[in-house]
């Protein structure tokens, strides 16, 4: 965890693109009203059904987001 963060939450993902978005905004939900600094930490763990391309996406519009990718499960 950096220094400047309160919180890292850790999420491993295998062909879960169609939860990502929701998973993503119930997270976001959750830990907002606390008033922590925080990072939402997606491991892709090898998906092939198109999961790394929407956590791709996430990250571009959140920077509180980070993305590890695996290449295989």
Do not use: C, K, Q, W
């Not at 963060?5 to 009203?33: F, G, K, Q, Y």
């Not at 198109?50 to 499960?73: K, M, Q, T, Y």
Request: proline share 4%; net charge negative.
């Amino acid at each position: 965890m950096r220094a400047d963060l309160d919180l890292s939450v850790v999420l491993p993902v295998h062909n879960e693109a169609a939860a990502i978005d929701a998973t993503h905004r119930e997270v976001r939900e959750a830990l907002d009203p606390l008033g922590l600094s925080y990072e939402i930490i997606f491991v892709d763990d090898g998906s092939d059904d198109g999961s790394f391309e929407r956590l791709a996406a996430i990250r571009g519009a959140d920077p509180r987001v980070r993305v590890i990718r695996l290449r295989r499960n």
